[in-house]
């Protein structure tokens, strides 16, 4: 090349050249090379043509390797996560006593005031029924201790953890939200009176969460996820991310779902959506019901392993109406938790009120996972979004059926026939009720299994997403669900330079070699935030 040829060309902070580079456009097509300037993509396309209009003192070669945008992950609870870090895990607990013994290891090496472990499933144990407080209060007599279930929507608690709170036989419950055995409270409780026990646990110190969300970050970047929406978060939490977003300790880009709380409402919703760089707020986050796992899921008919059961409201009609309203008259998205058939039909009844027909507001229902068949069209008629976990299925298809019977799982974890109502849709994890990895999303997307391989012929299969689609839900529809698909989700001219790059091409290995696919680096606005990959 001429000198002249040379000193025509633009100069780049970054050329990545001999690649795969997925860019996720309207016609997903793949380019070689991508330049990219102050954290912006420049231009995709051939080595040759990128060579020839670009230079760059930083210049990577990614031998072939394949390039993605960015994961987005599109329901996902990482302050929660960041806190949780410091908890026990209780997710490979294969019965309550195992649970017993993982605390014991925990207690000794961590001298808190409260003992903490999230991530029990009494669905795993051969004894499926809830626990019963006696031997967890035997074995920690005097200090409280708070046991958060995988969906984060129970909790089993010690007799000291009730003494705390003042709560006895006596104490009256919310319908549904108490667990007896034998008369007596087992110390099991759900939603609203679960949250009594998880609030009284002292918070971390700002010191404590500021390590606590760096490290979670760093597991996010490690993961393949450069954004990630943060469903229910108070307005200290936001201003504190706020903050180390601009001071640059936090990278990873926000979209934080506010709780509907009256100072919330006052500080962000009535002054407008606010938006940086790396943090977006424009929606409010409600729960309509709880979860299947604890029996919380609302539902039309009964639980069909529990005849007399139909699950719990949360937050009622009412009071989704009124969010509804603030979220509609200052430019703000709902995102309503709804997992339940019953509590999907009254999100839909009330969004109804206020969305014309067909629209942009991208209102959406989070999980989605049990939908009366009436209920399907309705989505696409007044343009719904249902944000689905695709990991979901897969984690709860082993009990699921028991829990709602054969005819209702037809029209459960149905992603496929939710995503046919709006054309799009957006995928996340619900981490850390699930694990932090959208490889993960992807393999149960489309192949609808776990990672043992079963089912052999997978889940409810008319329900997989394509390859293509399980990607776009985990990118470029992850950011529209978020208003953002016009600055990331994709890597084209003009929009942000957040990318990874695998080791593996998730388009086109088998699906065996899926899981065993590695993030190699991850790049945000244009640098690298993990990886050693050159």
């Keep these: 090349m001429s000198i002249a040829c040379t000193e025509n060309r633009k100069e780049a902070d970054l050329i990545i050249y001999n690649a795969k580079i997925y860019t996720i456009d309207k016609y997903f097509s793949t380019s ?56 026990a895990s209780l997710r490979e607990a294969f019965s309550f006593e195992h649970v017993l013994e993982i605390m014991q290891q925990h207690a000794a090496n961590h001298n808190t005031e409260w ?5 029990w499933d009494q669905n795993k144990w051969q004894d499926k029924s809830f ?33 705390r709170l003042g709560i006895d036989d006596d104490t009256l419950f919310p319908e549904g939200e108490a667990i007896y055995h034998n008369g007596k409270l087992s110390g099991v409780f759900l939603e609203h009176s679960a949250d009594r026990f998880k609030n009284a646990v002292p918070p971390l110190n700002q010191n404590e969460l500021i390590t606590a969300l760096q490290e979670a970050q760093k597991n996010c970047f490690e993961a393949g996820l450069t954004s990630v929406c943060d469903a229910g978060l108070d307005k200290n939490t936001v201003l504190l991310i706020d903050s180390l977003q601009q001071k640059g300790k936090l990278k990873i880009r926000i979209y934080a779902m506010l709780n509907p709380t009256d100072e919330n409402i006052d500080y962000f919703v009535k002054n407008g959506v606010y938006k ?25 008919e009964p639980y069909y392993d529990a005849p007399e059961q139909l699950g719990i409201w949360v937050d009622d009609a009412d009071v989704i109406r009124k969010y509804s309203e603030i979220a509609y008259n200052n430019g703000y998205q709902m995102n309503i938790h709804a997992i339940g058939d019953a509590a999907v039909r009254r999100v839909i009844d009330v969004y109804s009120e206020f969305l014309n027909e067909k629209n942009d507001l991208r209102w959406r229902i989070e999980h989605a996972q049990v939908v009366h068949p009436d209920d399907f069209q309705r989505l696409g008629q007044y343009s719904i979004i249902p944000s689905i976990q695709s990991t979901h299925a897969t984690s709860d298809m082993y009990w699921a059926g028991q829990r709602l019977g054969n005819e209702r799982l037809k029209y459960s974890y149905a992603q496929k026939m939710l995503l046919n109502e709006n054309g799009w849709l957006p995928n996340g994890t619900d981490f850390p009720i699930e694990e932090i990895y959208p490889i993960h999303t992807f393999y149960a ?41 016009k600055e990331k989700g994709s890597l084209e001219a003009g929009k942000i330079a957040d990318f990874i790059m695998t080791d593996l091409d998730i388009m086109q290995i088998s699906e065996k070699d899926i899981l065993n696919t590695k993030i190699l680096s991850t790049w945000v606005g244009g640098k690298k935030v993990s990886g050693k990959e050159n």
């Design 32 to 87: 070689q090379a991508m330049a990219v300037s102050k954290g912006i993509i420049l231009e995709t396309g051939t080595d040759s043509d990128i060579m020839r209009k670009y230079n760059s003192e930083n210049m990577i070669n990614a031998g072939t390797k394949p390039i993605y945008p960015g994961f987005i992950d599109a329901h996902s609870h990482f302050t929660g996560y960041a806190r949780g870090l410091q908890q």
């Design 115 to 119: 003992l903490l472990g999230r991530g």
């Design 131 to 163: 626990p019963v407080h006696h031997q967890l209060s035997e074995i920690f007599p005097d200090v409280p201790v708070v046991l958060i279930r995988i969906d984060g929507h129970a909790v089993i608690v010690n007799q000291e953890a009730m003494n």
């Design 276 to 300: 940086t760089g790396r943090l977006s707020i424009r929606s409010i986050k409600l729960y309509a019901d709880g979860a299947l796992g604890s029996r919380g899921a609302r539902l039309l």
């Design 445 to 485: 997307a489309v192949f609808r299994k776990d990672h043992s391989g079963y089912p052999e012929d997978g889940f409810q299969m008319e329900n997989a997403l394509s390859r293509e689609e399980a990607l776009r839900s985990m990118t470029i529809w992850a950011a529209k669900a978020t208003f953002e698909e």
